[in-house]
């Protein structure tokens, strides 16, 4: 407090006309409006930019809960408007399937048979053997289920088989992975006569309850044709990039007990 006097004593002239500018600003700016006007815009300018910075540092800690909504919205609109279909650009709507969105938690690409584990479980109506989707294609199947996780067999697996037809054609095939890059994948059971282009877009048949028709595979890299053979194979370039995958969506049919209690084992 003593230091504090001895600064006002020796800095008094210096405070006193610090004051006597403040007040002259002031009163200033409070009785001619143009220079009113100059002062509300410079405030606006310090104000605005202070709480955009604000905002921004929100967004960015709130991406998490934002994507997340997202994503619960994106399922929501799958299951009203269904699939597209590729012929002419139509939407048909489809009640069959419905989407459940689960966020990525544990992801492998590196092994012969990867796996994924979601953050949603039986206790969200999930089982084994349904489908999983991203935005931009198929991921895989569900294999196991706890109360509140799933693990996915991905289609990066030995074990993956995804029963898929030619866009443009309608020609079915089988898509496996040949366990070396996880950005590709095997097309095979290729009619040897089909001719195939580099691009052509292969697509979900329909024919499994795991997945609707139309859900985007992949497209055609290389072609490679198997003298002697009925059937050719074509490396593919999967739509999905399993190297970032953080939300997919599981598909539920909701007929899939109905069309299961048709089928008649011999």
Not at 87 to 111: G, K, Q, R, W
Not at 130 to 151: L, P, R
Request: net charge negative; aromatic share 12%.
């Amino acid at each position: 407090m003593y230091n504090l006097f001895i600064f006002i004593k020796k800095y008094n002239a210096v405070i006193l006309f610090v004051l006597l500018e403040v007040l002259c600003v002031i009163m200033v700016v409070h009785n001619l409006p143009y220079h009113n006007r100059k002062m509300a815009n410079v405030s606006n300018s310090i104000t605005g930019g202070f709480y955009k910075t604000t905002s921004n540092w929100n967004d960015y800690l709130n991406l998490k809960s934002e994507n997340e909504l997202l994503a619960e919205h994106n399922a929501m609109l799958r299951s009203r408007l269904g699939y597209e279909n590729y012929e002419n650009d139509t939407v048909i709507v489809d009640e069959m399937f419905s989407y459940v969105p689960a966020h990525v938690i544990n992801n492998n690409t590196s092994d012969r048979n990867n796996y994924i584990i979601i953050d949603k479980g039986r206790i969200d109506g999930l089982e084994p053997d349904m489908g999983v989707i991203c935005d931009n294609g198929v991921v895989g199947k569900v294999v196991n289920v706890s109360t509140h996780y799933a693990s996915v067999m991905s289609m990066l697996n030995s074990y993956s088989i995804i029963s898929c037809r030619f866009a443009d054609n309608q020609y079915v095939a089988n898509v496996v992975w040949d366990g070396r890059d996880y950005r590709f994948g095997l097309v095979k059971d290729i009619p040897s006569h089909l001719i195939i282009n580099k691009g052509d877009t292969l697509v979900t048949s329909g024919f499994s309850n795991s997945f609707p028709a139309d859900v985007m595979v992949g497209t055609i890299e290389d072609a490679e044709d198997t003298e002697n053979s009925q059937f050719n194979t074509a490396k593919l370039r999967f739509s999905t990039n399993f190297s970032t995958l953080r939300f997919v969506y599981v598909v539920k049919n909701n007929y899939r007990k109905e069309i299961d209690s048709l089928c008649i084992t011999r």
